[in-house]
């Protein structure tokens, strides 16, 4: 499995941590990659191939779904077991997380979920032609929360506009974050961004949609009072004017 890669000509919004990789996940990467695992490539990923029909049978016509930075795969395991329809392509670039996940796809038995332990922009760039995808998830990014590191942000406006560009006409952008100026920011870089609708009546925030579980991470927050903030968007046929 490749490894990010590294340029100085762009800000990364993450860094590759030494966390702790324990011994099952270190299994899980070893013996289950080659099966739910996709090498990056700069070439346009070719989707029927990468979701193989003898691995699971899916509906003829599914949802093409990609999730950046899935963490450890809980919330992103969730979802593709109750949208078994639907096809997901989930990224992330630290080890314990795609380690776990590739653990939990092997228990509970999914078929219609693949990863890739690369940077999303160049997946995006390389991987992933215009107008291809039905959705996008966008779970809890790193807020870095200082501000002289907001520049390291993943949503800002050229990325937001790359990913737009790879979404279908009706195809949506489900961000959630539990940082309240993370996602003033949020708000801010995608309704300036002339291809995408907010699906808020009044242009700000929505009730979370019933397909995102909440983690216990997440529960435990809202239990001390600690807000979380979705945004979901839609791609338009034209720029908004």
């Excluded at 899980?28 to 739910?36: G, M, N, P, V």
């Excluded at 999914?110 to 039905?134: F, G, K, S, Y």
């Excluded at 790359?162 to 979404?167: I, K, Q, S, T």
Aim: hydrophobic share 40%; proline share 5%.
């Amino acid at each position: 499995m490749n490894t990010p890669r590294s340029k100085t000509s762009r800000i990364r919004s993450f860094v590759l941590r030494t966390g702790r990789t324990t011994t099952a996940q270190q299994h899980a990467l070893k013996i289950l990659s080659s099966t739910w695992s996709i090498p990056y490539q700069a070439t346009l990923l070719n989707w029927p191939e990468a979701f193989d029909l003898k691995l699971g049978a899916l509906e003829q016509n599914p949802l093409r779904i990609l999730e950046i930075g899935f963490g450890m795969g809980e919330t992103t395991a969730c979802i593709a077991a109750a949208r078994p329809q639907d096809q997901f392509l989930a990224l992330e670039v630290h080890p314990p997380g795609v380690g776990a996940l590739l653990k939990r796809i092997h228990e509970i038995g999914l078929t219609n979920l693949r990863l890739m332990r690369h940077d999303a922009v160049e997946v995006l760039e390389q991987m992933i032609a215009p107008n291809t995808l039905d959705g996008a998830h966008i779970y809890f990014p790193d807020p870095w929360h200082k501000k002289r590191h907001h520049k390291r942000r993943l949503i800002q406006a050229p990325f937001v506009k790359l990913l737009a560009d790879r979404l279908k006409v009706g195809g949506y952008l489900h961000l959630a974050t539990d940082w309240q100026d993370y996602a003033e920011q949020m708000l801010v870089v995608l309704n300036a961004e002339k291809t995408l609708s907010n699906s808020s009546l009044n242009n700000t925030y929505v009730t979370r949609p019933t397909y995102r579980p909440i983690t216990k991470f997440e529960n435990r927050g809202l239990q001390l009072g600690h807000g979380v903030w979705d945004l979901l968007y839609r791609k338009v046929a034209e720029e908004l004017t």
